[in-house]
Each structure stands twice: as C-alpha cells, then as structure tokens.
C-alpha cells in the first residue's frame, strides 16, 4: 500500500479522510511541511470552508510552493470538496489565486427558484470522461455534496463526472495526469466512495 500525506492547514476535515484510507490499509501521515511530503508516496488536499482563507493558510505555512512542486515533479494528488477547488487559478468566491495546477476558474452555482445554496445532501454522478476513479463500466453512483462553487476547467476532457444543479450539468470530479479531486466528499459517501479512494490507491500501486 502506498504512504500518502495528508495536507494539514487547518482547514479540512482530516480525521474522517484519514480513518477512510486507514480503513483500506493505507498509511496515513499528516502534512504539515514540504520536508514531509517527500516521504509520501502521494498526497491528500481536503479542505472545509471559503478559499481566500484556505489560500491564506496553505501560502503561511509554505504548503502552497511545496504543492506545487511536488506536483510539478508528477506526485499524485487527490483533491477533496475545497482540496479541489484550490487546485485552480481563481475562485469567483474571493480574490486569491490558486495553486494553478489546473486551468480554469471555480464558479459560483447558478442561482435557481427553489435551490438552496449550498448545494447540501445525495446526489447522482453523470459519467463524463472515464477515469481510474470512474471507470466507463461504474453503474449510477450516488454520492454526498456540501458546495455552493464548482470548478469550470479549461480542458473539458479532465472533467469525469458532473452532477445536475437546477437543470445544469456541472463538475463534480476531474482527473488529469497524476491529479486527481472530487467535489463531493467520498469519505462520507458509504461503499460507493470508499470504492472510488480504493480504485484510486489500486492505480497508485500500478506497475
């Protein structure tokens, strides 16, 4: 099983992704400094709340250029609810540039009569481009949402799965390269996501 690190900036909710993948036998170690991502054979971005903050924290502590170098030298990386909108260039919610390591901008949800914000509870996944994470052959999954943002990335082909809000399609998980992040949260998502952070550990551990 692979050693993945855990991004800790204070703002995710690391003991549930951490009791996720211990629970499909991974090692699992907190993150608190680019010395220790070298040591890890991939690493976890989760991320709870608005993103100027979260930014905010990440640049503080050094994380954001240990990020994306450990990216740039093609670390995998799972992105996590807020974990995956950092991982572009800007955010509608606030002024701070991302970590840039995907093209594109995060986008407030469109408002709708009758669609609260934030988009909160089950919803289910509509295929887009098949990914390690959604293979073509995955039947209808149903998984678990907190967001009021998604991500609209420049490349289209790195979208894997979107999720209907209001009437529109928009992302609920990309896969480019080695980076790999969910808008949902699959560590609350039962056996459908504890199956997707296993297939995710199976192709980290691929010849």
């Given at each position: 099983m692979p050693r993945l690190g855990l991004i800790d900036y204070g703002m995710g909710n690391l003991h549930s992704?951490?009791?996720?993948?211990?629970?499909?036998?991974?090692?699992?170690?907190?993150?608190?400094?680019?010395?220790?991502?070298?040591?890890?054979?991939?690493?976890?971005?989760?991320?709870?709340?608005?993103?100027?903050?979260?930014?905010e924290r990440l640049r503080e502590g050094g994380l954001a250029t240990a990020l994306q170098r450990a990216c740039a030298a093609g670390q995998p990386l799972l992105g996590i609810c807020l974990g995956l909108q950092l991982l572009f260039e800007a955010s509608d919610e606030g002024q701070a540039t991302g970590l840039g390591l995907l093209a594109g901008r995060v986008r407030a949800l469109p408002r709708s009569p009758g669609q609260p914000i934030p988009h909160m509870g089950w919803a289910p996944l509509l295929?887009?481009?098949?990914?390690?994470?959604?293979?073509?052959?995955?039947?209808?999954?149903?998984?678990?949402?907190?967001?009021?943002?998604?991500?609209?990335?420049?490349?289209?082909?790195?979208?894997?799965?979107?999720?209907?809000?209001?009437?529109?399609?928009?992302?609920?998980?990309i896969w480019q390269g080695h980076i790999a992040a969910c808008q949902f949260h699959p560590e609350k998502s039962g056996p459908v996501g504890e199956a997707m952070l296993a297939r995710w550990l199976a192709w980290l551990g691929r010849p």
């Open positions: 992704v951490q009791r996720a993948f211990e629970r499909l036998g991974a090692a699992v170690e907190p993150i608190h400094d680019d010395a220790a991502m070298a040591r890890c054979d991939a690493l976890v971005l989760p991320g709870v709340g608005a993103f100027d903050p979260a930014m295929p887009a481009e098949p990914s390690p994470l959604l293979p073509a052959e995955e039947p209808p999954t149903w998984v678990y949402f907190v967001h009021s943002y998604a991500a609209d990335p420049t490349e289209p082909a790195s979208v894997t799965a979107r999720v209907d809000w209001a009437g529109t399609p928009v992302t609920a998980a």
